[in-house]
């Protein structure tokens, strides 16, 4: 029991809350940039084997982070016993919570089309929304080092995996790549309306917040811009604006590396033809 509270108080350890673009918060910007240049260098060629593996590493090492955070929110010591209390608006599950799964799933697949949906997913809607964190963290740092650290890594780590994934040339620069992009996050969607249906129905919501992808209509609205969408609009309007909004988002990440893929075989195309002359 003695080394269960030391061990807790151990992964509750405090510090104060950083704030967005101080030291704390750049660092780890630098770190996600850096980390997603790293792999850039050592895997160029964008091997199948080399990108799974890395793909999968990650996606591991972030469910490990995930799992101490499910651990703190949950047990607290408090005096000489170790107190229980699920916090049910941490469930592991939100938008930012789907690279954690959908990393995991491609070790499951081939390289078919479930497959090449998934990567361009991360590519794409993951890169977009650890892009936002990562520049507006606003709303993840608390007074908890380790939840701050993992939350960055969190982020972080899917710049790093997009950079990888576009880099490496794994995922295609093509307009049709967002189509399986979009197949997954709408299979996510689902499941976070199911999850939200489901609190509703088995008294959760009664004591406490429980809000996937923060969509659901029974509680307050939350999330910036949408919150303003989802006070005025009927409810099945409200997640298909989301949708659309957020695939969006992901398409213009895939037209921007599209218009950088274009840029530079125009420039390798110059100076091929500037050797030849």
């Avoid at 750049?26 to 850096?34: K, R």
């Avoid at 982020?155 to 049709?176: A, F, N």
């Avoid at 209509?217 to 659309?244: G, K, M, N, R, T």
Wanted: charged residues 10%; glycine residues 6%.
């Amino acid at each position: 029991m003695d080394f269960l509270k030391t061990l807790l108080n151990l992964l509750d350890t405090s510090m104060e809350t950083p704030t967005p673009y101080g030291w704390f918060h750049l660092l780890w910007l630098a770190l996600s940039i850096l980390f997603g240049i790293l792999l850039c260098a050592l895997h160029r060629k964008g091997d199948d084997r080399r990108v799974r593996r890395t793909v999968l590493a990650v996606a591991i090492l972030v469910t490990v982070l995930e799992i101490y955070k499910q651990i703190n929110y949950t047990f607290t010591v408090e005096g000489d016993t170790i107190r229980t209390y699920y916090q049910w608006y941490s469930f592991p599950f939100q938008f930012c919570s789907m690279p954690m799964y959908v990393g995991l799933l491609t070790a499951f697949f081939r390289r078919g089309r479930v497959h090449r949906a998934l990567m361009a997913f991360l590519a794409t809607y993951a890169l977009f929304a650890g892009i936002c964190v990562m520049v507006y963290p606003n709303t993840v740092f608390i007074s908890t080092i380790g939840i701050n650290i993992q939350t960055m890594i969190c982020h972080g780590s899917m710049i790093s995996v997009g950079m990888y994934l576009w880099y490496s040339g794994y995922v295609k620069p093509h307009h049709k790549t967002i189509l399986g992009a979009m197949a997954v996050f709408a299979v996510a969607i689902l499941c976070a309306v199911t999850l939200n249906e489901l609190a509703a129905v088995t008294g959760i919501l009664e004591e406490h917040t429980f809000n996937m992808f923060f969509v659901s209509p029974y509680c307050e609205p939350s999330l910036p811009v949408y919150s303003l969408v989802q006070a005025a609009v009927p409810y099945p309007f409200c997640l298909l604006i989301y949708f659309l909004g957020f695939s969006a988002a992901a398409y213009l990440i895939l037209l921007a590396v599209m218009g950088i893929s274009r840029l530079v075989a125009r420039t390798k195309a110059r100076s091929a033809d500037g050797q030849a002359k």
